[in-house]
């Protein structure tokens, strides 16, 4: 079946350092979704690509999107205490408009 | 607006016990979801309701039933619990799937 691969799945960083996480996907995507979980949370609708080789930015995350639609990178500039969480990606299940499988997610930690 | 509730936040079960976890959107969203998070794991879909009146399984079905009892709420029962159960359990909804909006989850412990 469908699969997304994240890697890595824990990144320790010095706060300031920048912090990037990779998603794979075994078939081609329609769109891809970034969402992350603050520890102890619930996890938060971050953005969707939907074109091949998109970027978008915000504030200091860039997020892009595989000239084959297979594959996704989120980047983290200067990393901040705030930035901690596990990021999943997410994409649609291929035949259905209404299912995602999710990454396992990569735990971002922050030394202050 | 609350966005996506949950109740209760917290439970504990002995095994074979039942109990039904509540979810209510406010956001007049046609899809809700059910998902479990385990360590390691990830999040794994159980149900899902692509609108009022209609369920499909997911991933992972086997020892749960849902109710959408109308657009606004979405309900998980475990008819009769068992420790492999113990997990966090999030509701979801969306408005143009799959975008999903998530509630702030139940941590069920079954003993």
Same mark, same amino acid.
């Given at each position: 079946g469908q699969q997304v691969m994240q890697i890595p799945q824990y990144q320790h960083v010095q706060e300031g350092e920048d912090f990037t996480t990779y998603c794979n996907s075994s078939t081609t995507l329609s769109n891809i979704q970034w969402y992350k979980q603050r520890p102890g949370g619930h996890p938060v609708f971050l953005i969707q690509l939907v074109k091949s080789g998109e970027v978008k930015k915000q504030k200091r995350l860039t997020f892009q999107f595989g000239e084959a639609k297979k594959n996704s990178s989120l980047h983290i500039t200067?990393?901040?205490?705030?930035?901690?969480g596990t990021y999943f990606c997410a994409g649609p299940v291929k035949g259905s408009n209404y299912k995602l499988t999710f990454g396992k997610g990569t735990l971002l930690t922050v030394n202050p | 607006n609350a966005g996506v509730t949950q109740t209760p936040k917290f439970q504990v079960l002995k095994t074979g016990q039942s109990m039904t976890l509540q979810c209510a959107q406010?956001? !007049?969203? !046609?899809s809700m979801y059910w998902y479990r998070q385990d360590p390691g794991m990830g999040l794994r879909l159980i149900y899902y309701s692509a609108s009022e009146g209609t369920t499909d399984k997911g991933e992972v079905p086997n020892g749960y039933n849902v109710s959408?009892? !109308?657009?606004?709420e979405f309900s998980l029962r475990l008819e009769s619990a068992a420790p492999s159960q113990t997990s966090v359990y999030f509701c979801a909804s969306s408005v143009e799937p799959p975008t999903q909006y998530f509630g702030p989850g139940t941590r069920l412990l079954v003993l």
């Open positions: 200067a990393t901040q205490t705030t930035d901690v | 406010d956001m !007049n969203h !046609n959408r009892l !109308n657009k606004r």
